[in-house]
């Protein structure tokens, strides 16, 4: 089944059919997927643990501590409304964060024993190109190697965006790196960016008990999904008693060690506001990370933003030299770059690996949750798309009504002349699994009729997604 990697004009002797520079689920998940397609494969990281940003310093250790958080704030107000009385709930910080620091490294060992597996060399140490087919590694442990292959794969993921003038220590002034390591509960928080990072790591602290006020930029939060889904979500952090100050924008952030104190201003214009946090969050974005890979040894070319251009087969302007991920732009998620990593392994092995941008799911983890999928109301309409829009509320789901989680709705978009599947969007307690159904319609091209006539078990929260499928024709039926 295996076919030969592409000719290139690499010399024949070469170690490597492939070397990917990035050990996170971009990278990793390639190197699995070209192992098993035969390729010899090279994966250098200068970390030290495998899985990348995600599996050390995002994605996992942020769920542990929301998952923590969640618990902790049930127990201590949750339950009473079920007849369940609990006294004397505390907290124990650095238990909770030697559960998670536990969790990211049995994740970690669990990925280098998958290289192992595949036969895949890993080496813990800093790369380099020394030309288009020689990638020189100084090694962690000391001394170095250069690694002749056919092909790379760029892999190397995105860094924190700073904000000028604003130094981050990591203490006081934090990215997402050092809010999830505090050692202290802050008495107040202010987390700068309404984003992802910013709303999931400050419901983590709210919930531990600092006060948390979010400062955004823009006259909305989280930017990119759905309006009437981002507008919900505001009330519903709102109410949990996360303070906004939404277009608004930080004009100074000083420490003095013990604190940090902050000018802030309406992006609209008028009076500053002095505030004062015992820690600052900065979640303003990512951008591209590549420093010290030296590109231009190899003669990779990277756009203005440093983002990495490839083509529709990951190509740069090297082909030999594919990248994936953060590092190319587009959504920065996991399961994105993951994608992305097995379809360049199968492309350089000749098969026809192909990403579905379309059907790639996006979730917020926070409480409730919020996941969409494919188009948003507001892309539609600036496509000039006609749609029909099917909504179904937890409020009337028997289920979510049993379990007291009764905020949010199903949202599916659909094509007014075909009834295919645009767009979906869930905010709601489960959501994050939620969607794989309608992220599994859309990649089958399902059309809202379809899922409509889909059994879903009774009473389950599903049923929702069902019924907002059929309100899409004006069908709705359950409550
Ligand atoms: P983001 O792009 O999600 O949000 C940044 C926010 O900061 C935006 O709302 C933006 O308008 C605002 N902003 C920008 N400059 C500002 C300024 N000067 N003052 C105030 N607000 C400002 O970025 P975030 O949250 O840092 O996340 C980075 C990346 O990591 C994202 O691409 C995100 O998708 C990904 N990520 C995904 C997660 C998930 O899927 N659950 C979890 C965490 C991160």
């Known amino acids: ?37 035969g390729l010899r494969t090279a994966i250098v990281d200068k970390r030290g643990a495998l899985g990348g940003t995600c599996l050390n310093v995002g994605c996992i250790p942020s769920k542990a501590l929301l998952h923590a958080s969640e618990l902790y704030e049930e127990a201590g ?29 049995e994740l970690t060992r669990g990925v280098e024993y998958l290289m192992k597996k595949n036969k895949i060399t890993y080496l813990a140490g800093t790369a380099r190109f020394v030309d288009a087919h020689n990638v020189a590694v100084t090694l962690n442990a000391g001394g170095g190697e250069t690694l002749a292959t056919r092909n790379v794969m760029i892999a190397t993921g995105s860094e924190v965006t ?21 050692a202290a509960v802050p008495k107040t928080m202010i987390v700068i960016g309404g984003g992802v990072i910013g709303l999931e790591l400050g419901s983590v602290w709210r919930r ?66 002095d505030l004062a946090a015992d820690v600052v969050l900065v979640a303003v974005g990512r951008r591209p990370y590549t420093d010290g890979l030296d590109l231009a040894a190899a003669g990779v070319e990277a756009g203005p933003r440093g983002f990495i251009p490839v083509d529709a087969h990951y190509r740069t302007n090297v082909p030999t030299i594919f990248a994936v991920g953060d590092v190319i732009g587009g959504l920065m998620l ?59 509320p937890f409020t009337a789901n028997a289920r979510a009504k049993a379990n007291l989680t009764t905020e949010g709705f199903v949202k599916v978009l659909a094509d007014a002349a075909t009834d295919r599947i645009l767009g979906a969007h869930i905010i709601g307690s489960d959501a994050g699994n939620m969607i ?26 599903m049923e929702a997604v069902r019924e907002a499928a059929l309100a899409t024709d004006g069908r709705v039926r359950q409550m």
């Open 1 to 37: 089944m295996t076919e030969p990697a592409p000719p290139t004009d690499a010399p024949a002797s070469v170690a490597y059919d492939l070397v990917i520079v990035g050990g996170g689920p971009g990278g990793y998940t390639g190197a699995i997927r070209a192992a098993q397609l």
């Open 77 to 105: 107000h949750g339950l009473g409304k079920f007849g369940i009385k609990v006294a004397g709930v505390t907290l124990d910080l650095a238990a909770m964060q030697a559960q998670k620091a536990k969790v990211v490294t």
């Open 162 to 182: 700073a904000l000028p003038g604003i130094a981050i220590d990591e203490k006081i002034v934090v990215s997402s790196t050092g809010a999830l390591d505090l």
């Open 208 to 273: 531990l008990g600092a006060e948390v006020t979010v400062i955004e930029f823009l006259d909305r939060i989280t930017p990119g999904l759905d309006g009437e889904v981002s507008k919900q979500f505001l009330r519903i952090l709102a109410k949990q008693g996360i303070k906004f100050l939404l277009g608004h924008k930080v004009t100074t952030c000083v420490s003095d060690g013990k604190k940090a104190r902050l000018t802030v201003e309406p992006v609209a214009g008028g009076d500053a506001l």
């Open 334 to 392: 996991a399961h994105k770059a993951e994608e992305e990593g097995v379809a360049v392994a199968e492309i350089m092995a000749g098969q026809a690996g192909h990403v579905n941008y379309d059907a790639i799911p996006g979730v917020v983890y926070t409480m409730p949750e919020v996941a969409n999928v494919g188009r948003s109301e507001e892309e539609l309409k600036a496509a000039g798309i006609a749609y029909k829009v099917g909504k179904f």
């Open 436 to 461: 794989a159904e309608l992220v599994t319609a859309i990649e089958f091209g399902a059309a809202a009729e379809d899922v409509g006539r889909i059994c879903h078990a009774h009473p389950t929260e």
